[in-house]
């Protein structure tokens, strides 16, 4: 039976990266909710657009035994992290991907997503595919150049343009 | 200079078909508008994600001039399109194909959208990239089995899966 996906939408998200996750779970009978991490349903795309999400991250606390898998879609918030990571989203979105990384659940993100598995430490031990920028900023895993990485239940493509090659991995194992 | 495109965004669209033209268009610092083929800006995903596109495709017409190129976002709206071809927003935007086609405009699109540069007349004998199931509807143009084709002022993609080997020559031309 299909699993149940929670996917996190940062504000601003890549809608290339985000939609290259929901097109494929729609095509393939994968339920998904998606989950705004912000304080509002309403976010935009990178490029502008506003998008409307099922709800808020702030009501996914608790409610992580609902879903098989998470996904981080990543995005232009990302950059300004460690100057928000106060925020409440942002302390919600750290507590969730602990929650599900506890649990030993699907995991899987793309670009920066991998540094927030390593800060989190669900993904220890794990080789990561994530933004050049960031590779050599983990610590409790292990960067890499490669364009995607599965290492247990840890899903990675190192960006949006990399991310088609993960998504058939990750739809084996949601299906 | 880089080149002001227009948008055209279907009800439902696929969401990662919009978002790999508009994410690449945002980097590239190509300016664009969303215009939704509806009667309202509010549309939403094949995924189910509502989407807030700039305008309708109504408040397009008469304004091709403002626009370099012209961009067909495909979705599961398509599939629908012979029974509803009848309807304002789908009259408008045979009318704007043809009148962006008219001015020798850059035109682009995937999966169905060959098949409407085909039915407009606009791509009279070029080869064209489209969807599997239309490539023999064709009449005025050559259906190919390519990924993408590149013919003149006309770019076209087989579905989205291609449309990443499609994009890089667009923004050639936009940038």
Redesign the interface.
């Known amino acids: 039976m299909a699993k149940k996906v929670a996917v996190l939408a940062v504000n601003p998200v890549?809608?290339?990266g985000?939609?290259?996750y929901?097109?494929?779970?729609?095509?393939s009978g994968i339920a998904f909710k998606?989950f705004a991490v912000a304080e509002t349903m309403r976010i935009k795309?990178?490029?502008?657009?506003?998008?409307?999400?099922d709800d808020v991250i702030a009501n996914l606390k608790g409610k992580e035994g609902d879903f098989d898998a998470l996904v981080f879609a990543c995005g232009d918030a990302m950059p300004k992290f460690s100057e928000n990571a106060a925020k409440p989203e942002y302390q919600d979105l750290l507590a969730i991907l602990k929650a599900f990384g506890d649990k030993g659940k699907i995991i899987a993100g793309h670009c920066v997503g991998g540094l927030l598995f390593d800060i989190t430490g669900i993904a220890s031990g794990r080789r990561l595919a994530l933004h050049p920028f960031v590779k050599n900023a983990v610590k409790s895993t292990m960067g890499t150049d490669e364009a995607f990485v599965v290492d247990g239940n840890i899903y990675t493509a190192q960006t949006?343009?990399t991310q088609?090659l993960l998504i058939p991995e990750l739809l084996k194992v949601l299906k």
Chains 1, 2 share one sequence.
Do not use: C, I, M, T
């Open positions: 890549n809608g290339l985000l939609f290259q929901l097109e494929p779970f729609f095509e998606v795309s990178n490029s502008g657009v506003f998008l409307q999400a949006e343009k088609n």
